[in-house]
T-cell receptor
Framework: EAGVAQSPRYKIIEKRQSVAFWCNPI?????LYWYQQILGQGPKLLIQ????????DSQLPKDRFSAERLKGVDSTLKIQPAKLEDSAVYLC???????????????FGAGTRLSVL | AQSVTQPDIHITVSEGASLELRCNYS??????LFWYVQSPGQGLQLLLK??????LVQGIKGFEAEFKRSQSSFNLRKPSVHWSDAAEYFC?????????????FGKGTTLSVSS
């Protein structure tokens, strides 16, 4: 089966510009996650969707970051305006289990590496 | 507070030697535990997972990990390292009773393999 697809793989922008990342999860996976991975650190959750509803966006800087998952499949993460500290790898992951029990195996895409100059 | 600690930022091992990467966690509930590997420019690949049962779990690429509840540890081991194992390794924890919840990751351990 196809894995989690992300695009673009790399993006370089100047501060105060806007940028968008796209994620296509594994077919049939109801749960989708966006993680931010700053150099030298582990991934940190930004937002989690269950189908097309938001489950957890407590760590999302909502003044500049937004995300949507229309129709419960693909998702887009946007940053506007970007800051220098947004330079990171943005990872998308998906899993098939709903909250409330069962396994929680998350499958990750290759990520988008963002450099803000 | 919920957290994962990987005490070793960088480890160098000779090819063919054994490997142990340490992971300690702090978690209020029964945890699910994971080890992921990340090669340069790649996403995270699941190496192995522990949910319940036998505390010694086998994973892909010859890796294994042992869950020790009394020590809150989940160390990753491999008896003989190959040059292709050079990568970054992440330990992660999630709640056992809330599938679909985001994982908490450690900061990672970078493994270098010398010839």
């Amino acid at each position: 089966e196809a894995g989690v697809a992300q695009s673009p793989r790399y993006k370089i922008i100047e501060k105060r510009q806007s940028v968008a990342f796209w994620c296509n999860p594994i077919s049939g996976h109801a749960t989708l996650y966006w993680y931010q991975q700053i150099l030298g650190q582990g991934p940190k959750l930004l937002i989690q969707f269950q189908n097309n509803g938001v489950v957890d966006d407590s760590q999302l800087p909502k003044d500049r970051f937004s995300a949507e998952r229309l129709k419960g499949v693909d998702s887009t993460l946007k940053i506007q305006p970007a800051k220098l500290e947004d330079s990171a790898v943005y990872l998308c992951a998906s899993s098939s289990q709903r909250s409330g029990g069962g396994l929680n195996i998350q499958y990750f895409g290759a990520g988008t590496r963002l450099s803000v100059l | 507070a919920q957290s994962v600690t990987q005490p070793d930022i960088h480890i160098t091992v000779s090819e063919g030697a054994s490997l142990e990467l340490r992971c300690n966690y702090s978690y209020g509930a029964t945890p699910y535990l994971f080890w992921y590997v990340q090669s340069p420019g790649q996403g995270l690949q699941l190496l192995l997972k522990y949910f319940s049962g036998d505390t010694l779990v086998q994973g892909i690429k010859g890796f294994e990990a042992e869950f020790k509840r009394s020590q809150s540890s989940f160390n990753l081991r491999k008896p003989s390292v190959h040059w292709s194992d050079a990568a970054e390794y992440f330990c992660a924890v999630g709640p056992a009773n809330q599938a679909g919840t985001a994982l908490i990751f450690g900061k990672g351990t970078t493994l270098s393999v010398s010839s």
